[in-house]
């Protein structure tokens, strides 16, 4: 480096020398500088590229004559002498949330968007993400292109045999910038990271980012059922959503308190504050162009109120009278009859993707001895099991059947931890996923017992991830920091982690918002409370390793990016 240093204030001598009058030697002694500053870095190793630059910090395509003019010293070459160099120091990795896998830097300006320069794609399949992104940059969306123009954005199809479907590669040289995927939704990724490199420090390193997340479940799930969000609030969490790579959204839209979206086969038990089909259309769509499924939850046999509230025949009684708070009786065929109707409906409202058909908290299975208090329960089970039928045979038995309806439209299923029973000799369903929440439940099994017999789990720790309004029982509002320096996918009950073994079968996780006291925060303060535990949880998502960063960094990154 001192050698370096030395000539650097050896042109800076020649330089003044040429001010005080020795314009004919300017050219030759410029270049010779330049020459020698170049052999010198390049020699010693001191990790800076040198770049021919344009004024706007892009990679010059024809280097300047400064000296045009000047008298040509003898036996001078007739090509123009080189222009103007800039050193750039090696590019750091981008600073994103979640943050990248993997960074190859390079020496370089890196990229910045700039008035005129385009977004252009090399297949018709990405022409949304080309449109978003291009938006939000201001940008020119191009559409498919073969040319390439400094400044240019990229989308390209493309990756290796057998990559995920998720992963990306973006690239920043030359003053370009391409993204390829294997999908559009990898691709889609690869411009939220763009997207907030740009945001955060105005410009998108030099190099190579290769990215990919570690699960394929990242969700947010919203109870509307308790408490009724606007359209235009739903649609905004997409958006945030997307442009933090989360890739699922659930909606819990019947409980007890309500039934929050219109139904053409069953309006009457539709709540008078709902979403109408054609909101939920939208709000469908503009997850679709995320990349987001939407999930939706009709939860049975329990968490019913709202219907029965239309369909009081239905109400579950005990032998003595009164009735199971949400509970259906599930010895009567009707109540079969119209839970399907809805399931079937809704089938083609949404995604034909997941679907969660919920199967918790059954009222009678909270108790010691279900039979003898619902003996009617305990006798349509010998009915349908033979003589030794159990209250939770015929339960499982109801989910089994509601999972034969939605399987029959396509779906993946899922259903709460505590709607597989133990006690059961009928199996659940071998495709049901389980929807891990609590250990706090009567006979609720740890979750080695699901991971052990095969079972794929998605993690909802109430522990970690459950916002729940008001914070009754013993629920506090999770905290940003507490996820993003304790939680990973495989802590699924309480703070202990799974052995890693079960890795693989632990499908990703959701933060889930529940509205059990729907009036103690509004949806404004709804969205800045999960602000932080969202990007907490998509950081852990994406990379369940420890944070390069710390809380109070990862929280100034967000503040910056969004």
């Given at each position: 480096m001192r050698q370096h240093e030395q000539r650097e204030q050896h042109g800076q001598h020649r330089r003044h020398r040429h001010r005080r009058g020795a314009p004919a030697r300017t050219a030759t002694r410029r270049r010779a500088v330049v020459a020698a500053a170049f052999a010198a870095t390049v020699g010693i190793g001191v990790g800076i590229g040198v770049w021919a630059s344009a004024d706007d910090g892009r990679p010059a395509r024809a280097a300047r004559d400064d000296s045009a003019g000047a008298p040509r010293p003898a036996g001078a070459t007739t090509d123009p002498p080189p222009g103007p160099t800039r050193s750039?120091?090696?590019?750091?990795?981008?600073?994103?949330?979640?943050?990248?896998?993997?960074?190859?830097?390079?020496?370089?300006?890196?990229?910045?968007?700039?008035?005129?320069?385009?977004?252009?794609?090399?297949?018709?399949?990405l022409a949304d993400e080309g449109r978003l992104i291009?938006?939000?940059?201001?940008?020119?969306?191009?559409?498919?292109?073969?040319?390439?123009?400094?400044?240019?954005?990229?989308?390209?199809?493309g990756g290796g045999r057998g990559a995920n479907r998720e992963s990306y590669t973006l690239t920043v040289r030359g003053g370009r910038v391409t993204i390829t995927g294997p999908s559009d939704?990898?691709?889609?990724?690869?411009?939220?990271?763009?997207?907030?490199?740009?945001?955060?420090?105005?410009?998108?390193?030099?190099?190579?980012?290769?990215?990919?997340?570690?699960?394929?479940?990242?969700?947010?799930?919203?109870?509307?059922?308790?408490?009724?969000?606007?359209?235009?609030?739903?649609e905004d969490r997409v958006r945030e959503l997307g442009d933090l790579k989360f890739n699922e959204l659930g909606l819990h839209f019947s409980d007890d308190q309500g039934f929050r979206i219109e139904s053409s086969t069953h309006p009457e038990v539709v709540s008078a504050n709902h979403l109408t089909k054609a909101q939920v259309r939208r709000i469908v769509a503009l997850a679709a162009s995320r990349h987001i499924t939407v999930v939706p939850e009709i939860d049975s046999p329990g968490h019913l109120g709202a219907v029965l509230a239309a369909h009081p025949d239905l109400q579950l009684r005990s032998a003595s009278g009164p009735a199971a708070r949400g509970a259906v009786d599930i010895s009567k065929g009707k109540a079969a009859?119209?839970?399907?109707?809805?399931?079937?409906?809704?089938?083609?409202?949404?995604?034909?993707?997941?679907?969660?058909?919920?199967?918790?908290?059954y009222r009678p299975l909270t108790l010691s001895d279900p039979a003898a208090t619902y003996p009617q329960l305990a006798a349509a089970a010998r009915r349908k099991y033979g003589s030794g039928g159990t209250v939770a045979d015929l339960t499982t038995g109801w989910l089994n059947d509601r999972a034969r309806t939605v399987r029959a439209v396509g779906r993946t299923l899922r259903a709460w931890n505590d709607g597989f029973y133990r006690s059961s000799s009928v199996p659940p369903a071998k495709d049901l996923q389980v929807a891990y929440w609590t250990g706090k439940e009567i006979g609720a099994r740890q979750p080695v017992e699901y991971l052990?017999?095969?079972?794929?789990?998605?993690?909802?720790?109430?522990?970690?991830?459950?916002?729940?309004?008001?914070?009754?029982?013993?629920?506090?509002?999770?905290?940003?920091?507490?996820?993003?320096?304790?939680?990973?996918?495989?802590?699924?009950?309480?703070?202990?982690?799974?052995?890693?073994?079960?890795?693989?079968?632990?499908?990703?996780?959701?933060?889930?918002?529940?509205?059990?006291?729907?009036?103690?925060q509004t949806q404004d303060q709804v969205a800045a409370g999960i602000r932080m535990p969202l990007r907490a949880t998509i950081q852990k998502l994406w990379d369940p390793r420890r944070p390069g960063m710390t809380w109070a960094q990862f929280r100034g990154l967000a503040d910056k990016v969004g």
């Open positions: 750039y120091p090696l590019s750091r990795a981008p600073r994103t949330i979640p943050a990248v896998r993997s960074h190859t830097p390079a020496h370089g300006p890196g990229w910045r968007p700039a008035r005129g320069d385009r977004v252009v794609v090399a297949d018709p399949a291009a938006s939000e940059l201001g940008l020119t969306y191009a559409g498919e292109k073969n040319d390439a123009r400094p400044g240019d954005v990229r989308l390209a199809l939704a990898g691709v889609f990724y690869g411009t939220r990271t763009l997207k907030q490199e740009v945001r955060g420090g105005g410009t998108a390193p030099e190099g190579v980012v290769r990215d990919e997340p570690a699960k394929p479940v990242r969700g947010l799930m919203l109870d509307i059922a308790r408490k009724p969000f606007t359209a235009g609030w739903i009859t119209v839970v399907d109707d809805l399931l079937k409906e809704y089938a083609g409202l949404f995604a034909p993707r997941a679907w969660h058909l919920g199967g918790d908290e052990a017999a095969g079972r794929k789990v998605v993690n909802y720790n109430d522990e970690y991830l459950y916002y729940v309004l008001g914070q009754p029982q013993t629920f506090v509002y999770p905290t940003g920091q507490r996820i993003y320096e304790q939680w990973t996918p495989r802590v699924l009950r309480g703070s202990q982690a799974v052995p890693a073994r079960y890795d693989g079968q632990i499908l990703g996780g959701s933060l889930a918002v529940w509205c059990d006291l729907a009036g103690a």
